[in-house]
């Protein structure tokens, strides 16, 4: 057990050199308006300070505190042990507008999808407290050209946040997370997202990650193409976790909401998502990618389609989009649900698949490092 002294530093640190203790001393930096109010190193852009803090090779936590106002960029984190610390969702917003068919250059592999993101995390032991991170993508303009349109752009998926593949042990607390299409890509390791907002329409929450989302509004926004009635217009969820992996997308005692426009059953939980990948013997859909989801303990509004779950697309063997993936061939579940639309129709879906929370929150806690 750690013994602590005086000013947050432990016995055996204080045994060190005073270089070596001051290599191992959080250190803080700010951004934005309280620039030059204090002793903290100071920059005019979160990016900035995110590039300064890769520079620093020690094992100490930065923190970098944001002041409230509207940051215009698009900051990656690609050092462990950081904290950006906003002051309050409503007040500190990271802002950017990239949307995928234009945002290739952005990712190491071209990948516009990844490359749209307003905040990249590729690091671990990243807290992400009192922020707003929004993709400005104008998606309801382009969603309102008709098909053939060419002005229409035809890769709109716009995220917000990208938890890259060297992401692990990321906690977000207390943000808003806004998009539309692709909002939140859990790309790497484990994240849990605590008491904060997450807003999109289609496929909003999404990846192979493990990402856990508890006391959490997930907020369907409407689209602006015509709908009809009784089909789907948008999805919560689609994971495409490898079968090698227990868990997926989890959300646990959260609430399935909706802005005004978007219709009464509209709204799919989740769709199975196996995505396109290269193998020796050609370009396919994944079939080692059978994506985990529970929902439990979750209010779930009216905007939820009586069946609750539907099918995914993908790319056959022979090149063409005819693979139909079923949510019955998936790991979904939901226990507890409550609400208007919390009643379900039967389609089949296996039993036998329940989780539980315990079980859930030792996994993701597991080796967790805390700047505290």
Request: aromatic share 8%.
């Amino acid at each position: 057990m750690n013994r602590y002294l005086p000013g947050g530093l432990t016995l055996a640190a204080a045994l060190l050199s005073p270089a070596a203790v001051a290599a191992q001393a959080p250190v803080e930096y700010a951004v934005g308006a309280s620039c030059g109010q204090g002793a903290a190193p100071c920059f005019t852009s979160v990016s900035r300070a995110l590039e300064a803090a890769a520079r620093d090779t020690s094992d100490r936590w930065i923190t970098i505190r944001i002041a409230p106002g509207d940051y215009f960029e698009k900051p990656t984190v690609t050092r462990s042990r950081v904290r950006l610390i906003g002051g309050g969702a409503a007040r500190t917003r990271i802002r950017f507008g990239a949307v995928a068919q234009t945002a290739k250059a952005y990712h190491r592999a071209g990948w516009g999808t990844p490359g749209s993101a307003t905040l990249t995390i590729d690091a671990t032991d990243v807290t992400v407290t009192g922020l707003t991170v929004e993709n400005t993508f104008d998606y309801l303009a382009n969603d309102r050209l008709a098909d053939g349109d060419p002005a229409k752009i035809g890769n709109p998926q716009a995220a917000a946040l990208l938890l890259d593949i060297h992401s692990d042990r990321v906690l977000l607390d207390q943000t808003r997370l806004l998009g539309y299409q692709d909002t939140v890509f859990a790309n790497g390791g484990r994240a849990i997202v605590r008491s904060s907002l997450i807003s999109g329409n289609v496929d909003f929450i999404f990846g192979n990650g493990q990402l856990l989302i508890e006391n959490s509004e997930i907020r369907s926004r409407r689209r602006a193409a015509p709908y009809a009635a009784g089909e789907f217009q948008s999805f919560v969820a689609a994971p495409s976790t490898p079968l090698s992996q227990p868990y997926g997308i989890v959300f646990y005692r959260s609430r399935l909401t909706r802005e005004e426009g978007v219709p009464d059953g509209a709204v799919a939980l989740a769709r199975p998502w196996h995505p396109t990948t290269k193998f020796a013997d050609g370009r396919y859909a994944d079939p080692a990618a059978v994506g985990q989801v529970a929902f439990i303990d979750c209010f779930m509004d009216r905007h939820i389609h009586p069946e609750h779950w539907t099918t995914m697309n993908g790319t056959a063997r022979d090149g063409t989009v005819t693979d139909v993936f079923r949510p019955q061939d998936s790991r979904f579940s939901e226990v507890r649900s409550h609400g208007p639309g919390a009643a379900a129709r039967d389609i089949g879906m296996p039993r036998g698949q329940e989780i539980d929370i315990v079980s859930v929150r030792r996994a993701f806690m597991a080796g967790w490092r805390s700047a505290e």
